[in-house]
């Protein structure tokens, strides 16, 4: 503008001078604008354990209203995202989990625009999974993806100090390790829930429909939606209701003619010639079998089952262990082991009112290859024989010990867990 003032200085007649001045600047302006104005390119795919995921939708945001949706056949995208604005990009599919990424194309020098971009294709995967069923997992990770996964922006150091557009590598790399925290306990509590259906499709397999249900219901309450451990609830409580059936024994109709027919006295039989024989002495007999002495379990496991979900509530049922043991003359060390999920607030139930005295449990951290383990809750006959306590998994088992003296009975204990649902 000042190179124009200096060229029309000569120019006389105020109105025609204003005029060129004017008509200079808007050319300017124009040319300015036109310089500025530029696109890059964003270029990748939706995949879904690294397959491109056909039917992913693809929204372009600009100040918080869709300015692009791409509904993609094959799970490619291809658009353009225009010069200094905040965008945020989701990726989602019907029944599948939305992630996004947040693009800024603002703060790019006039200088490195006129080089121009190359397609950004550092998001060429996208990688969105199912919706999860179950738990509180789903509800977390929607909390956590109301943030992007990434963030986008221009950075004036890349490139040999040249400018280009990159992501921020700390704040994905925080982000990727909370979405995998998640899904790892997910993926435990997948597990648990088959550990269970598998249990009581044997226990059914084995006729043991109490035990079977048992187990159902425990996946149930993982999983109240899902069909099929309600389907074989039924079927075991049908099944043990015709095991308990007794049909009726149907009554005897009286014999007509036993009762109109008169006895007939029997011909009396001639007396045989008598003769005189010698017959042989009885062998001895044998001495009597000593009584086989049946040692009988103490237990009665439903009594046993019944009292510790007594004190399980309000937690959710998740598992048990029945431990039996035959007598020993020498005192035995016991241990098992739970899967949890780290974080998980459990309560753990235990009765040992079948066992001999100077029993005791306790349960750890980890397992007894841990020096530095630390014990979580005991119990013993010195106090209550039934007891629980509330804590939190941090290590993702919980493992139990049994030491117990000698006994010359059989005996047995029960050790039940429960979960905290938020």
Not at 18 to 29: G, K, R, V
Not at 178 to 201: G, H, R, S, T, V
Not at 364 to 378: G, M
């Amino acid at each position: 503008m000042c190179r124009a003032v200096i060229y029309l200085k000569n120019i006389k007649g105020t109105g025609f001078y204003l005029f060129i001045l004017l008509l200079a600047c808007l050319l300017y302006i124009g040319a300015s604008t036109q310089t500025n104005k530029w696109a890059i390119e964003v270029k990748g795919a939706v995949t879904e354990n690294s397959r491109k995921l056909p039917g992913a939708v693809i929204t372009v945001y600009a100040g918080g209203s869709a300015v692009n949706t791409i509904n993609s056949s094959d799970g490619r995208f291809d658009f353009n995202l225009s010069s200094g604005t905040d965008y945020m990009i989701s990726f989602t599919k019907a029944g599948y989990i939305t992630k996004q990424i947040s693009f800024s194309t603002k703060n790019v020098p006039a200088e490195r625009v006129s080089h121009g971009f190359d397609p950004y294709t550092s998001i060429s995967e996208v990688d969105i999974f199912p919706l999860m069923t179950g738990g509180n997992f789903e509800a977390r990770l929607e909390q956590l993806l109301q943030q992007p996964i990434a963030k986008v922006a221009y950075s004036p150091t890349l490139n040999g100090g040249k400018g280009d557009f990159t992501y921020d590598a700390d704040y994905s790399a925080s982000m990727h390790e909370k979405i995998q925290k998640i899904i790892d306990d997910y993926d435990a509590f997948n597990a648990k829930y088959k550990e269970l259906i598998k249990k009581a499709d044997g226990e059914f397999r084995d006729k043991d429909y109490n035990t079977a249900k048992s187990d159902y219901t425990a996946a149930l309450n993982l999983k109240p939606g899902e069909a099929y451990p309600k389907e074989m609830i039924a079927k075991c409580d049908s099944a043990m209701a015709a095991q308990h059936a007794k049909p009726a024994e149907p009554a005897k109709k009286p014999d007509i003619k036993s009762l109109t027919r008169q006895p007939v006295k029997p011909a009396a039989k001639p007396v045989p010639e008598t003769k005189s024989v010698v017959q042989a002495a009885p062998p001895p007999a044998r001495p009597a079998a000593p009584p086989v002495h049946v040692t009988v379990c103490p237990c009665i496991m439903s009594k046993l089952n019944d009292s510790c979900r007594k004190y399980l509530k309000p937690f959710y049922y998740d598992d048990a262990n029945t431990m039996h043991l035959q007598p020993k003359t020498f005192a035995q060390v016991k241990e098992i082991n739970f899967p949890g999920f780290n974080g998980q607030r459990f309560r753990i139930v235990i009765n040992i009112t079948a066992m001999p005295a100077g029993t005791t449990v306790t349960v750890y951290d980890e397992d007894k290859n841990h020096k530095s383990r630390k014990p979580l809750y005991t119990i013993s006959d010195s106090g209550n024989r039934i007891g629980f306590a509330d804590v939190v998994c941090k290590t993702g088992r919980f493992y139990v010990e049994y030491n117990i003296p000698p006994s010359q009975k059989e005996m047995c204990a029960l050790i039940m867990f429960g979960y905290e649902s938020h």
